[in-house]
């Protein structure tokens, strides 16, 4: 089974999301799309599949998001895309794609709803926040 994560190592979140992958068992493609960011077509296409607004997937803490303007609400999606590509680090992240689908995954326990197996162990984020019980159930 294949899932993919586009993932950046300096957040919190994504790695929370790549633990959770890895506590249900699955050994995921993992992209860190500052280094190999998607093509415009896959960026679109992870869009699509996630079925949000392409503002959704703009992030604005710690990026250009307010220099380059992208708060103008004329903006085009296809011009927001663009942004996107020339600046990878106003995507949004983690975005997990797996066989029930494809997610932005804020919260980390959303990527719950898109995994195929359970959890087979207790989690605890990295904030110290239990999730999952040591039964592998969800407890948030």
Same mark, same amino acid.
């Given at each position: 089974?294949?899932?993919?994560?586009?993932?950046?190592?300096?957040?919190?979140?994504?790695?929370?999301?790549?633990?959770?992958?890895?506590?249900? *068992?699955?050994?995921?493609?993992?992209? $860190?799309?500052?280094?190999?960011?998607?093509?415009?077509?896959?960026?679109?296409?992870?869009?699509?599949?996630?079925?949000?607004?392409?503002?959704?997937?703009?992030? $604005?803490?710690?990026?250009?998001?307010?220099?380059? *303007?992208?708060?103008?609400?004329?903006?085009?999606?296809?011009?927001?895309?663009?942004?996107?590509?020339?600046?990878?680090?106003?995507?949004?992240?983690?975005?997990?794609?797996?066989?029930?689908?494809?997610?932005?995954?804020?919260?980390?326990?959303?990527?719950?709803?898109?995994?195929?197996?359970?959890?087979? *162990?207790?989690?605890?984020?990295?904030?110290?926040?239990?999730?999952?019980?040591?039964?592998?159930?969800?407890?948030?």
């Amino acid at each position: 089974m294949t899932i993919t994560i586009y993932h950046n190592p300096a957040c919190g979140t994504s790695r929370n999301v790549l633990a959770l992958i890895r506590n249900s *068992g699955e050994d995921p493609c993992i992209i $860190e799309y500052l280094k190999t960011p998607p093509s415009r077509a896959e960026l679109v296409s992870l869009i699509a599949r996630m079925g949000v607004p392409v503002r959704s997937v703009l992030r $604005e803490k710690g990026t250009p998001f307010h220099e380059l *303007g992208l708060d103008n609400p004329a903006l085009t999606d296809d011009a927001l895309i663009d942004a996107m590509i020339a600046h990878p680090i106003l995507m949004n992240r983690p975005i997990v794609v797996t066989p029930l689908g494809a997610a932005l995954c804020r919260p980390s326990e959303r990527v719950l709803d898109i995994l195929p197996n359970p959890q087979r *162990g207790a989690f605890i984020k990295e904030d110290g926040e239990k999730i999952i019980d040591k039964s592998g159930k969800r407890i948030v």
